[in-house]
């Protein structure tokens, strides 16, 4: 391998500390902030290590927490736009695309075109990989609203309704068992008398 | 896999999410706050990723991956000990030791001693995929001293002798090429006339 490639390599690896800056509506369970999209990546791909026996289909778990690791570096360029408010979405997709072609593209070429692939597999969420990827990243956030009193369920004014038709697709449709699971936390949650904001 | 497998690895889960509150001397580098060892966990996989034709032996990355990913989990118990400051590493392999037993353990039986061994490993430094994963861990660092005007070289009043020495046979041991580019990072620092802290 050429010093080129390393000295692209390293500010690939530089350029991505920005990941750690991009703050998310999601709260730490504990509170005290929200979460940043650098750990909340850390935080899947070990969902993903531990979980992966829940999978709907075959998965190759490398290929998934390399799919989880990568996700949200797009964001660096384009934001985090919290899945809950619909409002923010418009132009997102254009606006991740054009980021992954510059963020991935810092990398030698080999390396820049596998992680632009793994990002759009991920993004068409059509592949077994891609589809536990994401119902990973659909109940994450559910695990941290039951734990939170709410959390964004609460901030955003969703309703049961809305959670369901919106986070069962994608969770059921890559990790049956963990729909299971998170329909009974937001059942618990929306049973409660409303929180006081 | 029954429900209170289920149950035992969404209870690790959420533990987890405490790594994301504990925080390193090394700054970001935007410097606009010091790194998690969450995020730093989910950056150092990416070296992993990224770097993995640099290691000096035959590594198997999702082995590497899944060290990195939870090298830092036994901080939650333990806290971090800052590299650069010798004085506090006394009783920390012992500390780190009981927490890997107690938060692992609430894992499944068969997770948790996966994990227990990979961090054992790890912590060995012993194994190529040990060995290269150490290197990375070191390396990153001093990535972010370079970037940052001297990082905690400068806040814990390192000299080069004391950055090679205590560098150099870890990261040139797990990855030769990334040695030499860190060695000329620190090189660098240290010819310049001393920053005002
Ligand atoms: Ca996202």
């Known amino acids: 391998m050429n010093p080129s490639d390393l000295e692209r390599q390293l500010a690939f690896l530089r350029e991505i500390d920005r990941l750690k800056g991009i703050v998310r509506l999601t709260p730490l369970i504990d509170r005290s902030r929200r979460e940043n999209s650098a750990e909340h990546s850390w935080h899947l791909a070990l969902y993903a290590l531990v979980l992966a026996g829940h999978a709907a289909g075959t998965v190759d778990v490398l290929r998934v927490v390399k799919m989880l690791l990568i ?7 384009a934001g985090d736009v919290p ?4 409002s923010t979405h418009a132009g997102q997709a254009e606006r991740e695309r054009l980021a992954a072609e510059r963020i991935f593209g810092l990398l030698p070429d080999a390396q820049a075109a596998e992680f632009r692939d793994l990002w759009f597999e991920f993004e068409a969420a059509e592949s077994d ?8 990243d659909r109940f994450q956030p559910m695990l941290h609203n039951a734990a939170t009193d709410g959390g964004t369920w609460v901030e955003c004014e969703v309703t049961l309704e809305q959670v369901k038709s919106r986070c069962r697709p994608p969770i059921e449709g890559g990790a049956p068992a963990l729909w299971t699971v998170a329909a009974q936390f937001a059942e618990e949650h929306f049973r409660e008398p409303p929180q006081e904001s």
Do not use: G, N, Q, T
Request: proline share 5%; net charge negative.
């Open 71 to 77: 996700h949200d570096i797009v964001e660096i360029d």
């Open 83 to 86: 899945f809950h408010v619909p």
């Open 129 to 136: 990989d891609a589809k536990f990827a994401k119902a990973l």
